[in-house]
């Protein structure tokens, strides 16, 4: 089936981690996104490619890094440098159109212990 | 800049009642979409439907409707005769023509149905 593949689902991180959230899409799309949801609070972005070895800056991109190597990878990195990294991530991909929907992972829960 | 307010936090009604979740959206861009999204526990955003900016005609789709105005920036979510399943998280989002960005979300609304 196509569509996008989040992991882990759930991932613990100690203070002073880095750790690596794992994105794939098989739906052939040019753009893929990374979101962090908070509790109460909407979709914020982080990072967006829409091109292969290309990626732009979102609206809350410090303490994060992302590449993109592969058309269908999107691998985003929260590193120590993410004071408050707890959160709900989604990925998500889309034609890279803006009339066009983007197509939602399953999400990956981040929790730092 | 593009922004996407849904005023209501939390809304609970008892199966069958209708419901309407508003959105309200500003932008500069005379080119631009509107979407809302469903997301339920399990945390996946699900797509519900697109309207771009030239069509105005509301759209009804089984329980659910649609009520896009211009005049007023709204683009407000109807469910009629709701049921427990509906109960989600329901984003409203907008991006515009020529933006790689993509979507603005709105903050949610918590819809809660109960039986």
């Known amino acids: 089936d196509g569509g996008i593949t989040q992991s882990p689902k759930y991932l613990f991180r100690k203070e002073g981690q880095n750790v690596t959230l794992s994105c794939e899409q098989n739906l052939n799309h040019d753009a893929m996104y990374w979101y962090r949801q908070d509790p109460g609070q909407g979709l914020r972005l982080i990072y967006y490619s829409q091109i292969v070895n290309d990626f732009q800056k979102g609206d809350i991109a410090e303490g994060y890094s992302v590449s993109r190597e592969k058309k269908e990878s999107f691998p985003l990195t929260v590193t120590s440098a993410q004071k408050n990294p707890t959160a709900f991530y989604l990925c998500a991909s889309s034609p890279r159109l803006a009339r066009t929907e983007a197509f939602f992972g399953q999400g990956t829960r981040l929790t730092v212990v | 800049a593009q922004k996407v307010t849904q005023a209501q936090t939390e809304i609970s009604v008892v199966e069958k009642e209708d419901v309407t979740l508003d959105c309200v959206y500003e932008?500069?861009?005379?080119?631009?979409?509107l979407f809302w999204y469903k997301q339920p526990p399990s945390g996946e955003l699900v797509f519900l439907i697109r309207r771009n900016s030239f069509d105005e005609q509301n759209e009804i789709s089984g329980r659910y409707s649609w009520n896009f105005q211009k005049s007023t920036s709204s683009f407000n979510f109807t469910i009629t005769a709701s049921q427990v399943v509906d109960s989600a998280v329901y984003f409203c989002a907008l991006s515009v023509a020529g933006s790689a960005r993509q979507l603005t979300f709105g903050s949610g609304t918590q819809l809660t149905v109960l039986p």
């Open positions: 932008t500069r861009d005379t080119t631009y979409y």
